[in-house]
């Protein structure tokens, strides 16, 4: 494979983005972009074939890919794939420059002449080929794992809601007929009438009671400040909702001391502004103050994550209450309402959300390990320093 030195001006050109107003913006099938990815749609494409899109103001050097017709706005520089330039190897490469702001002024940009002097090797086309296809193809999987995790989680709080908040299978055997999808054991596990309550209409039989009563709720404390570090001592310290992933938090600062600490499995809730956040947490770790940690008394993580979902509105709440900063205290946490469906019908919902629960682990997991070879690969391949085997060159 032949590499050549250039410079990325000449290997492919900046093209400025063209200005398009909320106003005019009719929505449609083309996606808007701006420095930090898709900001809306629009009917009309102002680049009618797929682009390397590049943050110039704002998101300064972040770089997105639009496989199809798209308006990169004026806050984002466009690039075009060509005869000698492979679209995705360009999306990767650019991932790998010093694109960054060299701007003091207020609002930060990126210059296209500073841009356009960047000094790159590239390979032949055929070359840009294959690395980008390699890239692609783990990046490809990463995100069927989480589009795979998204199915799952709405499935899992779709059956939930049927039946803890809309009780479908409780109105469905007082109407007489049969709870649709549900077999006769699970179907006897509900009662078939209603009764009224602090919560209004709930299932009869069901009880209210305060969480705190019905769960372990422990609220976070932050340790000192020299024990902290990003080496991976101690164990994994979240702090707020600037760690929490779409369903686990990133590690990003660890902890040597601590005495608020949460298990796997526990539902991870932001009691600080912004509060009603969740995540769950994939192993042991310590918590600091912005954050409480919640387990149910079945010891189901699924129902507590459910549960603690569905009272979102509520915890959300204290965003506005009474102060500038949004936080919620262990007292009024612990006094929530929430209702407390019998023991067998928890478990019944564990029983068939659990597996979901446990997949959406796996595929974390599983993504995460991508995720490593993908960055640990991105830039041997992209220098040249990791050879590309002759047979994947001759395919």
Known sequence: MNWNKTKLGDFAPFVYGKGLPQAKRVPGDVPVYGSNGIVGTHSEAFVKEPAVIIGRKGSVGEVHLANGPSWPIDTAFYSLGSKDVDLQFLYYLLKTLPITSNSDSAVPGLSRDFAHSLEIRVPDIHGQVVIGEILGNLDAKITANENLSRTLENIAQAIFKSWFIDFDPVKAKMAGETPAGMDSETAALFPDSMEQSELGLIPKGWKVEKLGDVSDLLMGQSPPGDTYNSVGEGFPFFQGRTDFGFRFPKQRIFCTQGNRVALPGDTLVSVRAPVGDLNQAIEKCIIGRGVASVMHGSK????????????????????????VFGAINRSDFNNMLVLEPPTKLVNSFEGT??????????????????????????????????????EMLAS
């Open 300 to 323: 189901s993580s699924v129902y507590t994550f459910s549960l603690l979902k569905s009272l979102y509105s509520r915890l959300a709440y204290y965003n506005g209450e009474g102060t």
């Open 353 to 390: 959300c659990g597996p979901m629960n446990a997949k959406i682990r796996n595929l974390f997991l599983s993504t995460n390990v991508l995720i490593q070879l993908r960055d640990s690969l991105l830039p041997r391949l992209i220098s040249g320093e990791l050879q590309i085997p002759e």
